[in-house]
T-cell receptor, first 114, second 114 residues
Framework: SQKIEQNSEALNIQEGKTATLTCNYT??????LQWYRQDPGRGPVFLLL?????KEKRKERLKVTFDTTLKQSLFHITASQPADSATYLC?????????????FGSGTRLSIRP | KAGVTQTPRYLIKTRGQQVTLSCSPI?????VSWYQQTPGQGLQFLFE???????NKGNFPGRFSGRQFSNSRSEMNVSTLELGDSALYLC?????????????FGPGTRLTVL
């Protein structure tokens, strides 16, 4: 069955360091991989999307890599700040033409300490 | 542009009752998806509607049902509530038919079953 795993349930990083979150998947061929941020008591917010034929995507302090051979995506936050503390979710998407649903990982709770 | 709205925000029910949750998508969005989020299982896909038709369904019992109206607003219903149905129910809308299937989430409805 399709499975998506985010390697850490929680991650503690000191302010200013780079936070790296991992997303691994099996039995799935996503056309896209998405990353979302979720704050307590709120719905997830879309951050970045990377296509299957892209190796890397950047947006300000965020960087996402996608390795379809390893079936893995890495999500980096550089120069981390306490305001980056949240739960980060990765999601697999087979593409709008597919009837497959988007599958979310269970999330990694990131804490940035001052 | 107004975001996704969900009503009610909080709900307390007892076992055996039924409940109806409502979701209004972003104007122009025709796809609405529902998710259940619990601490143990994470974000789990319930179903997706497009043009009043259920396009995809997750692995939930028949007690969970939904529908979409001609104005794209959606409702989900849970009958014969069980304690395990206590969760945050999230609705997300998207612009179906575009390459990027970004999900815009509402704030959720927190359901507590006693």
């Amino acid at each position: 069955s399709q499975k998506i795993e985010q390697n850490s349930e929680a991650l503690n990083i000191q302010e200013g360091k780079t936070a790296t979150l991992t997303c691994n998947y099996t039995n799935y061929s996503p056309a896209y991989l998405q990353w979302y941020r979720q704050d307590p008591g709120r719905g997830p917010v879309f951050l970045l999307l990377i296509r299957e034929n892209e190796k890397e995507k950047r947006k300000e302090r965020l960087k996402v890599t996608f390795d379809t051979t390893l079936k893995q995506s890495l999500f980096h936050i550089t120069a981390s700040q306490p305001a980056d503390s949240a739960t980060y979710l990765c999601a697999l998407d087979a593409g709008y033409s597919s009837a497959s649903k988007i599958i979310f990982g269970s999330g990694t709770r990131l804490s940035i300490r001052p | 542009k107004a975001g996704v709205t969900q009503t009610p925000r909080y709900l307390i029910k007892t076992r055996g009752q039924q409940v109806t949750l409502s979701c209004s998508p972003i104007s122009g969005h025709r796809s609405v998806s529902w998710y259940q989020q619990t601490p143990g299982q994470g974000l789990q896909f319930l179903f997706e509607y497009f043009s009043e038709t259920q396009r995809n369904k997750g692995n939930f019992p028949g007690r969970f049902s939904g529908r979409q109206f001609s104005n794209s607003r959606s409702e989900m219903n849970v009958s014969t509530l069980e304690l395990g149905d206590s969760a945050l129910y999230l609705c997300a809308s998207s612009l179906f038919g575009t390459e990027i299937n970004e999900q815009f989430f509402g704030p959720g409805t927190r359901l507590t079953v006693l």
